[in-house]
């Protein structure tokens, strides 16, 4: 019976590759909605989408392990996924168990927990935006990926920052200084098109004091040691020239567009 839902749910989800039609989030999304029994398939990846069932739970990647090759390597996907996300994951869980009542009601989504972020202790936030942060960097990557932004997202990017390659010299300029563990992002800030970065499983759309980065997210990128050390050791730039090559624009735009 098990073993004929995973082959259905599998079915479907290549039923929605193979149209074409269907952008990589939506794709994601609706590996997250099988995931956490969610309705729709074209729920776009907010926050709100992360439903506590009885627990929270590690989302499938939308391709294989190996698919990223030859920009980011099998062993490295493989790990990060199964092992880092996962640990996040099981460490949320854990976090909530430890809850006082009234803040355990706040938890049982991720939109809630990052709206009152201040009010959470230390091991919520950073499993938390563990949690969120890689299932969107996941859908934000492609077989096959890569090129430049089309329509709306494409045309802002123009606009914001005067062609593609100061765009990608600029995000590529802000995850390499992040000092230490943390997210390169481009946010909508205020209408606007920002990029930033934040330190450790923060992210844009956590409501904390001070200076940080605020907005919503379209475009994240993981710049932690464990992204890039197997294949690029200490290599960082090499690590963000290869996430070049397999960044889903589609996702991104459906992010920007939402
Ligand atoms: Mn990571």
């Not at 990647?61 to 996924?81: C, F, G, Q, R, V």
């Not at 390499?176 to 606007?192: E, P, T, Y």
């Not at 294949?231 to 991104?252: C, G, L, M, P, T």
């Amino acid at each position: 019976m098990e073993n004929n839902n995973t082959r259905r749910n599998f079915l479907k989800q290549t039923a929605i590759l193979s149209t074409g039609t269907i952008i990589g989030s939506s794709l994601f999304n609706s590996v997250l909605a099988a995931e956490n029994n969610l309705k729709t398939e074209n729920q776009v990846l907010e926050p709100e989408n992360f439903d506590f069932q009885e627990n929270y739970s590690l989302p499938k990647l939308p391709y294989s392990y190996d698919a990223l090759e030859p920009h980011i390597d099998k062993a490295t996907m493989e790990i990060h996924h199964s092992k880092h996300h996962q640990a996040y994951v099981t460490n949320l869980n854990k976090a909530i168990e430890t809850l006082d009542k009234n803040l355990v009601e706040h938890s049982k989504s991720l939109e809630n927990i990052f709206e009152k972020m201040s009010k959470f202790p230390e091991a919520i936030r950073n499993n938390g935006g563990g949690h969120y942060n890689h299932s969107l960097f996941w859908s934000l990557m492609k077989p096959n990926g890569g090129g430049t932004p089309k329509g709306k997202l494409g045309d802002a990017i123009m606009s914001t920052f005067g062609s593609f390659d100061e765009f990608k010299k600029q995000f590529s300029d802000a995850s390499m200084k992040r000092f230490g563990s943390g997210w390169a992002w481009l946010v909508v800030q205020d209408g606007k098109l920002v990029i930033g970065s934040t330190a450790n499983q923060d992210n844009p759309l956590m409501r904390l004091r001070g200076k940080g980065l605020k907005g919503k997210p379209v475009l994240a990128l993981d710049v932690w040691e464990h992204a890039y050390y197997l294949k690029n050791q200490n290599r960082r730039a090499d690590y963000i020239a290869s996430f070049w090559n397999v960044v889903n624009w589609e996702a991104a735009e459906a992010l920007f567009n939402s």
